[in-house]
């Protein structure tokens, strides 16, 4: 079963045996790279299906923007998943809509940089987004918690709250704290990239990759981008039906 770090569980292995073995993986799109990038056979190569392990809620929930709003972000707290612009666009967001916006930040610090990018040197991507936040000028300090397990973080979530997830972490391949949103019926604003391209629900919100500003790039580049996502999501720009997103 191949998760996480996929490509280079691929890389490190120097012999898969010949024949009659068989992949497992978590998305459609894990699937579509180690065929087409790795030729590995189609028929070695199976998903497990999402919806088995974290079956979707019977009712969705919605958000409304004419109160105050809660926007979430729950899982590693790394450069990988583009934590700055998930700040940026919370802080851009609440300007907007003179609104209470409380921005929450649930998991634990992570050093790992997004090695798809090049070499970084990240001896503390905690006082990085320190940094950052002051770039912002924060007016209201994000609530950061960190040491939670997996099956208590969703206590924190509000009645009008939004999932929001901007990563572009090359070995995307799930999402579980996605999963457990959606097995809530809680609504997302997610990335339209790796293993989120096979979430399917109506209160999905979807943004391309190439509109998030990565993380450990230039602080304008990022606020630019934000400022973009803002504007077309209060235009609802982002709203779709469920699509096939790996046409």
Known sequence: VLFGGFLERIFETGNWPPKNYTFWCLSRSVQN????????????????????LFPKASHVKSFNLDHDLQLVYSGRISS???????????????????????VVLLGDWDNHFPKNRGRFIIESYQNHVENFKKYLNLKNEPLVIT?????????????????????????EDYGV????????????????WGGHLDIEAEN?????????????????TIILKAQYVVNEFLQNRFASPPINNHK
């Open 33 to 52: 790279v180690l065929i087409n990038l790795f030729e590995l056979p189609e028929n070695s190569i199976h998903v497990i299906p999402r919806y088995q």
């Open 204 to 220: 999905v919100f979807w943004i391309e990759a190439r509109d998030i500003g990565e993380s450990l790039t230039n602080e304008d």
């Open 80 to 102: 990988q998943k583009n934590i700055e612009m998930f700040l940026a666009f919370s802080v851009l967001l609440q300007e907007e809509l003179k609104k209470n916006v409380e």
């Open 177 to 192: 704290s996605l999963a457990q949103a959606q097995a809530l019926g809680v609504p997302m604003f997610i990335s339209k």
């Open 147 to 171: 040491n939670l397990n997996h099956e208590n973080w969703p206590s924190a979530l509000k009645d009008n709250c939004l999932m929001v997830n901007f990563s572009t972490f090359v070995c």
